[in-house]
């Protein structure tokens, strides 16, 4: 992005009434680096089971279906970056194009996903760990993952960035060897030989069959839409965190069909596992204990441990300490939440409140039985429902005529439609509990902007006045740009 483009993301962001208080220091390199890392390059290691058994085994056209809905979707946060170059993600998008009331309730959404993913990131490489290190308990190691993580984002974003490289190429040489082990072990007769079921099973097909996969599935994706947050981190502003979220999501995308085909392949027994499921979350480490032996089952086990607990859950405190901030500066969440460190400029005191509730999470969730499972359908359903609202965003702004345009027909409207039905179609087919629940953390969104407005503290967005949505100051940005 030019001098003059970064220029401009900074009047539009002082022009919405915000002071420029974090650091750009982000490069798009920076920001792809963060997305593999937040969706993590091995997800599938440690869910695998889960989307084989919901897809019939289909597991490879789950993912390829998944990041079919993510690329529209990430198409859509383009269009909404570039528009509102803020760090508030979709809590921004909804409340700038179609009212701060909704924009209240998008991000009270938003934050079921961003608060409940690093607790679960904890509890699930915990999980992993206990399992190469039995003596060591549960609680120990997400205390463990949850302080080490604060400690690291406090330090600032260029700590975070260099360690993000060092993690990246960890988890992708771990993977690297799982193929070529994995490929070596089908050629010598491993497994259950070459076939196209893991792609499409004509015998299985159920299109919700496989969008119930894809709303299990997904947890893998989620993250590249925080790098949204990032717009104020960003060097080359909007643009840059837009093309960085394609890139990420492609890169993934081809990662992840790449390792669930072969792991599909090296299961031993499709039909038990599609009938009794993966309880223990090791189906995946299975398949490598059958291409190379035990020692590939471990490696695999603590790279999962240590992706998720750490590279993963160290950049989902990030994303959520942004969004904390934004939705504070805007007097929709406490004032302390919006405090900056001059030294680090950071968002302290999101950060430390993220770990903390991510602590407590972690540990509650680590005495139940259902634990993982019910943090997973929580995240996936709270992330669903705020990529339905990042699209009804876009076609909303499209309405207004006053509205500066950002991007052509196609991704303004032709595609927000598209997403929508995909994601619609996929939440109807999502698990039952996480849909009562999720819609019971909607409502009690309901009844807390209810008393906001009922104690005169009606959601409002700086650089807006009550009677027109989208910033009144769009005319005279659109000015600068000549």
């Known amino acids: 992005m030019t001098a003059v483009g970064r220029l401009d993301d900074v009047r ?27 969706m993590v390059v091995i997800a599938p290691f440690g869910i ?8 019939a085994g289909m597991v490879v056209l789950a993912y390829a279906v998944g990041v079919v809905a993510m690329l529209v ?10 528009a509102y170059p803020t760090a508030g993600s979709v809590y921004a998008y909804a409340g700038r194009a179609i009212a701060p009331w909704v924009g209240f309730l998008a991000g009270w959404t938003i934050l079921l996903d961003y608060i409940l993913v690093p607790g679960l990131l904890s509890l699930v490489a915990a999980a992993s760990m206990t399992a190469v290190l039995p003596g060591v308990p549960v609680w120990a190691w997400i205390v463990i993952f949850v302080v080490v993580n604060a400690g690291l984002n406090l330090r600032g ?19 690297g060897l799982y193929l070529i082990a994995g490929l070596l072990a089908l050629m010598s007769g491993a497994g259950r030989g070459f076939s196209w079921a893991p ?31 990032m717009a104020e981190d960003a060097k080359g502003g909007a643009r840059q965190v837009s093309r960085a979220q394609i890139a990420a999501l492609g890169v993934t995308g081809v990662l992840f069909m790449a390792q669930t085909f072969v792991a599909a392949l090296l299961v031993e027994d499709p039909a038990k596992l599609i009938a009794e499921g993966d309880p223990a979350g090791t189906a995946f480490y299975d398949t490598a204990r059958v291409a190379a032996g035990p020692w590939l089952a471990t490696l695999t086990a603590l790279a999962t441990a240590l992706a998720w607990g750490l590279a993963n859950n160290m950049v989902a405190q990030v994303g959520t300490s942004r969004l ?16 900056v460190s001059p030294m680090r400029s950071v968002p302290t005191n999101g950060i430390l409140l993220t770990a903390a509730v991510s602590l407590g999470l972690g540990l509650l969730m680590a005495a139940r039985e259902d634990g993982i ?28 005529p006053q509205q500066r345009r950002v991007a052509g027909v196609f991704r303004s409207w032709v595609l927000p439609v598209i997403g929508i039905a ?5 939440i109807v087919n999502a698990n039952i509990l996480a849909q009562k629940l999720g819609f019971a953390w909607l409502c009690l969104g309901v009844v807390v902007l209810g008393l906001m407005v009922a104690t005169g503290r009606r959601p409002r967005l700086a650089g807006m006045d009550d009677s027109q949505p989208g910033p009144v100051t769009d005319a005279v940005v659109a000015g600068h740009r000549g």
Request: glycine share 8%; proline share 1%; net charge positive.
């Open 12 to 38: 539009r962001l002082e022009q919405y009434g915000y002071k420029p208080e974090l650091r750009r220091t982000l490069s798009f390199g920076d920001l792809l680096i963060y997305g593999l890392i937040y």
């Open 48 to 55: 695998f089971g889960s989307v084989f058994q919901a897809s």
């Open 73 to 82: 979707t990430a198409s859509s946060y383009g269009v909404m970056v570039r």
């Open 157 to 175: 974003i260029k700590t975070t960035r260099r360690l993000n490289k060092a993690f990246l190429v960890g988890a992708l040489a771990v993977l």
């Open 199 to 229: 792609v499409f099973d004509s015998s299985q097909f159920q299109l919700g069959l496989i969008a119930a996969a894809v709303s299990v599935g997904m947890l893998s994706f989620l993250g590249f839409d925080a790098l949204s947050t």
């Open 324 to 339: 904390l901030y934004a939705m504070a500066r805007d007097g929709q969440l406490p004032a302390f939440l919006a405090r």
């Open 373 to 400: 499972s019910l943090m997973a359908s929580l995240v996936n359903f709270g992330a669903i429902l705020s990529f339905i609202v990042v699209h009804l965003s876009v076609l909303a702004r499209n309405l207004r």
């Open 422 to 426: 995909i994601l619609v179609v996929v």
